[in-house]
């Protein structure tokens, strides 16, 4: 056994288990005394004159494929010992690059990650598409989203007839599906064009508008009612749910709203300024 250490009594003790005792401070006064000559770098070692084996893009396709081929990342001293099993003489040198890292870097197909002092790399995932929104601003774009949502009536002259017999009709209806039933029957009589399909979608536009209520009728039952009011009212309600709905749209989607559009699907003589008011603009 070997002991080394400087003078000391704790050196002297462990010296006697010792076969051998190596005082450190006799080493370093001895090599003070001498003088040392710090050995010169090693020159840069040329590359081979000769070209490489691989070409640059053959050396990357080797490497997109090897990448391929694992599920996870790879430690980059991998990918380079594969390219020398490959072609003996790769040096990323050849290509002008002054690491292996910088090689890699340069691929924009390759995206590098650390994990602590080893660097992995993985095929960089391809850049998803941007879509392009379309922003609705014109009349006609803006009744399609509102039909789309059942939000605007099918047919402005078949909505008034529709309210004209709701607000007449005085059957005793407990329910509103009684209603629609009596509803419609009122209105096929006097427009056979007018189907239960458009009765319901009218009646359920005037729960919308806040006009549906129940009141007692003959006997003190329930009856379903529908609220009169002027056309000229009923048009402007109709209106102004058109249009909370179109700023209800908006924070969703991509609605650009114009007074001057707006006005093309309104049933009512409300104004471009009166509209304004109400989106904003």
């Known amino acids: 056994m070997i002991g080394v250490g400087q003078h000391s009594t704790l050196s002297e003790c462990v010296k006697t288990s010792c076969t051998r005792f190596i005082y450190t401070d006799d080493v370093i006064n001895t090599l003070a005394g001498k003088k040392v000559t710090p050995l010169a770098p090693l020159p840069p070692q040329p ?3 000769s070209p490489p084996t691989l070409t640059l893009a053959q050396a990357d396709a080797l490497v997109i494929a090897h990448l391929k081929a694992s599920p996870a990342p790879i430690n980059t001293s991998q990918i380079k010992n594969f390219l020398k099993q490959n072609a003996a003489d790769f040096d990323e040198k050849h290509y002008g690059f002054k690491t292996f890292t910088d090689y890699l870097i340069a691929n924009k197909a390759i995206e590098i990650s650390k994990s602590g002092t080893i660097n992995f790399a993985r095929l960089a995932k391809p850049a998803q598409p941007t879509k392009t929104v379309k922003v609705v601003a014109t009349a006609e774009a803006y009744k399609a989203l509102l039909k789309k949502h059942n939000s605007l009536p099918d047919n402005a002259d078949t909505l008034k007839k529709i309210y004209k017999h709701a607000v007449a009709l005085k059957d005793i209806c407990p329910d509103p599906a009684q209603f629609r039933a009596a509803l419609f029957d009122l209105c096929h009589k006097v427009d056979a064009s ?7 979608k009218a009646f359920s536009y005037f729960i919308v508008m806040g006009l549906v209520h129940t009141e007692k009728a003959k006997g003190g039952v329930d009856t379903v009612r529908v609220k009169k009011i002027t056309l000229k009212d009923f048009l402007l309600k109709s209106d102004k749910l058109v249009i909370a709905k179109l700023l ?30 109400l989106i904003g603009e």
């Open 47 to 49: 590359l081979p004159s």
């Open 194 to 200: 007018i189907t239960k399909t458009t009765v319901n």
């Open 248 to 277: 209800e749209l908006g924070k969703t989607q991509a609605l650009d709203l114009k007074a001057k559009e707006i006005k093309k699907i309104t049933l009512s003589t409300i104004s471009k300024d009166s509209i304004k008011k």
